[in-house]
């Protein structure tokens, strides 16, 4: 089985500060972790994947996210956040033999001008 | 990237009648497409697994009679919503993936149904 938790149902910054939206997995075997974004209406947006490689991953947007074996972690990060940042985020996990994703609950992002 | 066109991007339809939903990968060919259904801020729930030439396989509590997929081409799978009723409204969306990629979503299907 395999799970991905959010901890976080909302996250306020101000425009300019730092972002970090959390995410934390579980899967048998090693995971295909992605992150979405959504935005009202409207389906999901890829912001950027890890498959194998380097555990920092740059993506779409400025974002990032680090890839972190031992604490099964993979947190997305934007050194300075933008009021057009402010979404819904979802965290999602694979293995490689399957397609079927699992998502977090989502994070909705608050970005304050 | 790859693109998933989903059609159309909103409905309204009266209680008991039925309503189809297309999704297309336009770019790739997708043998396995999947379903989704989303309550305002939460997160997607899968509903279906579409397999091209052969049945959908549904995940458990999903009614299979009332949301019928067919997964027709490699490029074409649809959500037929039938005798629709207030509580099937929601927003419903497609995704497809290649081997080794990301999923790719379509822009999602809003359902009203009065």
């Known amino acids: 089985a395999q799970s991905v938790a959010q901890p976080e149902d909302q996250v306020n910054v101000a425009e300019g500060n730092p972002l970090t939206v959390k995410c934390t997995y579980s899967?048998?075997?090693?995971?295909?972790l992605f992150w979405y974004v959504q935005y009202p209406n409207r389906g999901l947006q890829f912001l950027l994947k890890y498959i194998t490689g380097d555990n920092l991953v740059k993506g779409s947007y400025g974002f990032e996210a680090e890839f972190n074996k031992s604490q099964t972690s993979f947190h997305l990060k934007k050194p300075s956040a933008l009021v057009s940042d402010s979404a819904l985020y979802f965290c999602a996990v694979r293995v490689s033999n399957d397609y079927k994703l699992s998502f977090g609950a989502g994070t909705t992002v608050t970005v304050r001008a | 990237g790859a693109v998933v066109s989903q059609h159309p991007s909103w409905v309204i339809c009266k209680s008991g009648t039925s309503v189809k939903i297309e999704c297309r990968s336009l770019d790739f060919q997708a043998t396995t497409m999947f379903w989704y259904r989303q309550f305002p801020k939460q997160s997607l729930m899968l509903m279906a697994t579409s397999n091209e030439g052969s049945k959908a396989t549904y995940e458990q509590g999903v009614e299979k009679d009332k949301f019928l997929i067919n997964h027709a081409s490699l490029t074409l799978s649809t959500l037929t919503v039938t005798s629709a009723h207030p509580e099937d409204s929601s927003f419903y969306i497609c995704s497809a993936s290649r081997i080794n990629t990301e999923a790719f979503f379509g822009q999602g299907t809003r359902l009203t149904v009065v």
């Open positions: 899967v048998s075997g090693n995971p295909y």
